[in-house]
């Protein structure tokens, strides 16, 4: 992975295997904390206590494959750049996953498209509800599918010309974040 | 400062969407256009399936062709990341390996518009990793 927003759309995908229909997904920079952190969370089936202990080994995994290799390249990024990963589960309840980075670290990875990201999972999961919020500092952007479906009306929140304002939407606005 | 948008133009744009009327429902009729699922798991994310997405998407809307973009699992073919499913209307689907922006324009054009076959299909008959061993 080249970008933390790559890395939360593979954590995603984790959500939505879980049955989630409820993501969260929370990024919060603050430079005088030096601080870069990404939260997500879900309402999915959770993960047992047992299993968590294997979460962060790459040959540990649920599914069909072999390999489960998304969080240990997380938690791999995270440490490079001077943080760590917590994740926290509760069976029927949902998962929270923290990652934390040092903001000015060197081998910090970049946020890249999250614009891209977000639509992306918009566009192939238009029923499940998405919050994304971004604060930089003491200012914030959110963004929630559930209000935004309320403005749409019945026109589908996965249509192109829709993914596409909220392409422009996340971009103006996180601009407008990293403007003093 | 340049002007940032805000839900009044979303609701400007819902209103204008509105007033087309070939604007409908895609997932009424999923049987009856282009169908392109796109594997997005690690191994796929990493190689680029998101880009492969966005693009098809666009794409496939500038060129006016009627079509859902959507998501898929891992296909098992992780050498061949991104890999991509292409179903059209009563055929069977075919996936193609390795597919960045420039194999997705040589799938939308040769392909799903021409009906031509194209280098870098999976064949149905390779073994994929997930499957068990029998």
Not at chain 1, 82 to 89: P, R
């Amino acid at each position: 992975m080249k970008e933390l927003s790559l890395h939360i759309l593979d954590i995603v995908q984790n959500s939505l295997h879980a049955g989630a229909t409820e993501i969260e997904v929370t990024i919060a920079e603050n430079l005088h904390e030096n601080l870069f952190s990404v939260c997500i969370t879900d309402n999915g089936h959770g993960i047992p206590a047992k299993e968590l202990l294997n979460l962060q080994d790459p040959f540990f995994t649920t599914k069909k494959k072999k390999t489960g290799l998304g969080i240990p390249l997380l938690k791999q990024h995270a440490e490079m750049a001077g943080g760590n990963i917590e994740i926290k589960s509760e069976v029927g309840k949902g998962t929270t996953i923290t990652a934390t980075f040092e903001h000015n670290h060197f081998d910090r990875q970049p946020m890249g498209n999250i614009a891209g990201t977000i639509t992306g999972i918009i566009r192939a999961n238009p029923e499940t509800r998405f919050i994304y919020k971004h604060s930089f500092n003491d200012k914030e952007f959110a963004l929630d599918t559930t209000e935004i479906k309320t403005e749409l009306e019945d026109i589908p929140i996965n249509s192109n010309e829709v993914l596409r304002f909220i392409q422009d939407y996340i971009h103006e606005n996180l601009n407008k974040l990293y403007t003093k | 400062m340049s002007k940032v948008k805000t839900l009044d133009d979303l609701r400007k744009l819902r209103d204008e969407l509105k007033s087309k009327t070939t604007l409908r429902d895609r997932s009424e009729n999923p049987e009856g256009i282009v169908q392109v699922k796109v594997a997005m798991a690690t191994c796929c994310i990493a190689s680029g399936s998101r880009e492969t997405m966005n693009y098809l998407a666009d794409e496939l809307e500038k060129r006016n062709i009627e079509a859902v973009v959507t998501q898929t699992g891992c296909m098992g073919y992780c050498y061949a990341e991104p890999t991509v499913e292409v179903k059209m209307p009563g055929k069977e689907p075919i996936v193609f390996g390795y597919v960045n922006e420039k194999k997705a324009d040589e799938i939308i054009e040769k392909y799903i518009r021409g009906g031509e076959l194209v280098e870098g299909i999976i064949p149905m008959n390779y073994q994929s990793i997930d499957e068990d061993k029998k």
